[in-house]
């Protein structure tokens, strides 16, 4: 079985600063990872993902992430927050046809 | 444009009576599937197809029925709605084998725009 922590379920930053929205999982076979962007009354829009090519993945909208195998984990970072990320992020875990489980999504709030 | 279409957005019944969530992709996706995303708790997949004709179980299925009778559509049915079923539901479609250095598991989900239901 595997799962997918997501600490913090509210983040809060000023715009400019630096945005780091923690991922942990557990799997007990390399997994493929990736964060997913909720704006307001929208559906769910793929950031970015891990598929074992590269540790340090580069999304959309200046997003990365790195996967640390040592640390299962997979936080997502920006350098510098703009008033547009304000959404809920969600990281999720997949391995197999079908098992993707999703975290509970942290919030995101920009403020100016 | 490729996309994840679901209707209605919005609806609001009563309990017990019977409704359908319609879901359709224009992508050729082989994978289908249905969440409900609840505060607090994430997405949780309710059912999922793997092509026509095959469906099967996620991690909260009670109380809804979904059918594969044709690749573009996957609705899902609520027989006799109850006000616990009051969720954000999103439906979502993807390739079975994606590409990439891996191979087959690699792909992403696609999703709709989702559907607010409140059941009274």
């Known amino acids: 079985a595997q799962s997918v922590t997501q600490l913090g379920s509210h983040v809060s930053v000023s715009e400019g600063a630096l945005v780091l929205l923690r991922c942990n999982y557990s799997?007990?076979?390399?997994?493929?990872l990736f964060w997913y962007v909720q704006y307001p009354n929208q559906g769910l829009q793929l950031l970015l993902k891990?598929?074992?090519?590269?540790?340090l993945v580069k999304g959309i909208n200046g997003f990365e992430a790195e996967f640390k195998k040592s640390e299962t984990s997979f936080h997502l970072t920006k350098p510098s927050a703009h008033m547009s990320d304000a959404a809920e992020y969600f990281c999720?875990?997949?391995?197999?046809?079908?098992?993707?489980?999703f975290g509970a999504g942290t919030r995101l709030t920009v403020k100016p | 444009e490729a996309q994840v279409t679901q209707n209605p957005r919005y609806l609001i019944t009563v309990t017990g009576k019977k409704l359908t969530v319609t879901c359709s992709q224009n992508?050729?996706?082989?994978?289908m599937s249905w969440y409900r995303q609840d505060p607090g708790l994430g997405l949780r997949q309710i059912y999922y197809?793997?092509?026509?004709?095959?469906?099967d179980k996620g991690d909260v299925p009670e109380g809804y029925k979904v059918s594969r009778k044709e690749k573009r559509n996957f609705p899902l049915i609520l027989e006799s709605p109850s006000p616990n079923q009051t969720s954000l539901y999103f439906c979502?479609?993807?390739?079975?084998?994606?590409?990439?250095?891996?191979?087959?598991?690699?792909?992403?989900?696609?999703f709709g725009p989702g559907t607010r239901l409140t059941v009274t």
């Open positions: 979502a479609s993807s390739l079975r084998n994606g590409t990439g250095l891996l191979g087959i598991l690699s792909y992403e989900q696609y």
């Open positions: 799997s007990s076979v390399p997994p493929y």
């Open positions: 891990y598929t074992s090519a590269a540790t």
């Open positions: 999720a875990v997949r391995r197999g046809n079908n098992d993707m489980r």
């Open positions: 992508m050729n996706h082989e994978y």
């Open positions: 197809s793997m092509n026509v004709e095959v469906t």
